[in-house]
């Protein structure tokens, strides 16, 4: 009984030792849900305006802190390297400008956002029917060449466009027939139509390919005791691990991802890091804090985090161990 | 980059029906200020076999699309929280109170329960599974067993969760039940969401962009939500 005890103390102290990681407040006055890293981690975009600043746009801030300044002047959906805004329109046709010299062309997204290839020359998106049942609804898979026309490449139900793998195959979820209980994540290769199916459950939450495109991430809830969990699996094939842990996930890299543990039980929110090719845990510590809405993000180079506090509504950022 | 349109689904369900309730809204004075006085409608820790918070009160991104049709009456907001949750979790009174309603004329569908509480506030619980076995003027306490979660779908698969709310006894006043609950909320959001944060109106993007901000909703009210510039739009300008 004294060894158990004693064990127990270990155990205790070995997940309650880590320490908290240093950060900083780099907005301020309650700033801002949903900002976002620039594409060289220097610095962090945020939606923001009147009466806290004189005209709504997106404004940066530096990733170390300092001066705000407005970065674009109109609010739009912006590709990851900040090649492209789209802009929905009031209907189905949305217009997409290269920043760069401002050439634009127009696809009917129906208000969605698109999904860009890495190169960002090529994108996905969704058309989904807006009325019944949510595992149900019909949704159009098209796909497009930057100033060219679309073309549709799949017919789902209850699903959609979770990423590209490479410049030529999507990962995509959905049923192939409305009725089926389960979904199918699953691979396409939209020079030739072929597919590989990774996996079924009930529904793939929570999908989030590796920057390299090699992995993917996701949970599953509510399904059977052996299929819920958080999982990652190989996009090419093979074999799912389901990791002993669950909460909010985000990729550092191509080999690490990054989890705060959902632990509702008031204590500061804890980082943890898997490593993919040692199939292990470690801690990196904790924030001192919270993060409120779930809104927290690693910067393109896996160097730091930022994160919305709880403490006062502000942007946080800190350098990950 | 993707200003506040992370993660996949949409708002689920409501219990914005138009019938008729002519009886007054409570003053402030006569209704209990939130103390932390409840607790969370189910049992245990939360997690992919159990419940998770999926949707939050307030002006989100899912109420703004549907804010004419669905919540229309409420002021186009979602008028309370959505804990999804496999079909037939017990659902668990939030405080001591005493049954008002079962199956009563409050939407939520396809069956609920209404609790009245002290402080002149009521606790809906909507979507369940089956009619409740409780009868109106029983007496329960906090943690008591209410009903089954259900699927505001009605299939189990496709919607499953209890839509939760915090209103006036008179029914025409709802309030943001953060304040009200005693939880992690900030936890209970890092995982689960099926939503897209809050709607903005770029002439004021701060307004109603934190839970603890979000506006209490009167019973037929004028919509909040009918921005001049709306952003994210929503497909199809929303309904
Ligand atoms: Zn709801």
């Known amino acids: 009984m004294r060894r158990l005890l004693s064990l127990l103390a270990a155990a205790t102290i070995s997940v309650s030792a880590a320490a908290t990681l240093p950060s900083q407040q780099v907005l301020s006055g309650t700033c801002c849900p949903g900002a976002v890293w620039t594409p060289d981690s220097k610095a962090l975009l945020f939606l923001d305006g009147p009466p806290a600043r004189p005209a709504t746009g997106i404004y940066q801030v530096p990733a170390t802190g300092g001066s705000v300044t407005r970065r674009f002047s109109s609010v739009a959906f912006f590709s990851p390297k900040l090649a492209w805004a789209v802009r929905p329109g009031n209907g189905d046709a949305t217009t997409l400008e290269r920043l760069s010299d401002g050439r634009r062309f127009t696809l009917p997204t129906r208000g969605a956002d698109v999904t860009w290839t890495r190169a960002e020359t090529r994108l996905a998106y969704t058309r989904s029917d807006t009325t019944g049942n949510f595992d149900r609804r019909l949704s159009r898979v098209y796909v497009a060449d930057v100033f060219g026309a679309p073309r549709q490449v799949a017919t789902l139900y209850g699903g959609g466009v979770s990423g590209w793998i490479n410049d030529t195959t999507l990962l995509l979820s959905g049923k192939a027939q409305p009725g089926v209980r389960d979904r199918e994540l699953f691979t396409l290769d939209i020079r030739n139509g072929a597919r590989r199916t990774l996996g079924q459950a009930l529904s793939f939450r929570g999908v989030s390919l590796s920057p390299d495109g090699a992995w993917v991430v996701y949970y599953v809830a509510f399904d059977s005791k052996a299929r819920n969990g958080l999982w990652i699996r190989p996009t090419a094939g093979g074999a799912a691990r389901k990791l002993d842990a669950f909460g909010a996930y985000r990729w550092r890299d191509a080999g690490r991802l990054l989890l705060i543990p959902l632990q509702p039980d008031g204590s500061p929110h804890v980082l943890r890091e898997y490593r993919m090719r040692e199939n292990a845990w470690r801690t990196l510590g904790d924030l001192g804090d919270q993060v409120r809405q779930g809104d927290w993000s690693v910067s393109p180079d896996g160097q730091r985090m930022a994160y919305l506090s709880a403490r006062n509504g502000n942007v946080r950022v800190l350098n990950l161990p | ?239």
């Open chain 2, 1 to 239: 980059m993707r200003f506040r349109t992370l993660g996949a689904g949409a708002a689920l369900g409501a219990s914005a029906f138009a019938f008729a309730h002519y009886a007054p809204a409570l003053p402030d004075s006569a209704i209990a200020r939130p103390a932390q006085q409840f607790g969370l409608p189910f049992a245990g820790p939360p997690g992919p076999d159990t419940w998770m918070l999926g949707q939050g009160y307030g002006n989100t991104t899912g109420a703004y699309r549907q804010r004419r049709r669905t919540y229309g009456n409420l002021q186009g907001v979602h008028a309370g929280l959505d804990f999804s949750a496999p079909c037939g979790t017990p659902v668990r009174s939030i405080g001591d109170g005493t049954v008002a309603e079962v199956d009563g004329p409050h939407g939520s569908p396809p069956h609920n329960v209404v609790i009245n509480h002290a402080g002149n506030l009521s606790s809906l619980y909507g979507h369940l599974r089956v009619r409740s076995s409780l009868r109106v003027g029983q007496a329960v306490k906090r943690g008591d067993v209410i009903g089954q979660s259900g699927d505001s779908q009605e299939t189990c698969i496709s919607a499953p969760h209890l839509h939760l709310e915090l209103r006036d006894r008179s029914h025409q006043r709802f309030f943001n039940p953060l304040p009200y609950i005693r939880a992690d909320w900030d936890s209970l959001s890092l995982a689960g969401s099926f939503g897209r944060g809050y709607q903005y109106d770029l002439n004021a993007p701060r307004r109603w962009q934190t839970p603890e901000s979000q506006p209490e909703v009167r019973r037929g009210g004028a919509l909040l939500n009918e921005f001049a510039r709306p952003w994210p739009p929503a497909p199809g300008g929303g309904r």
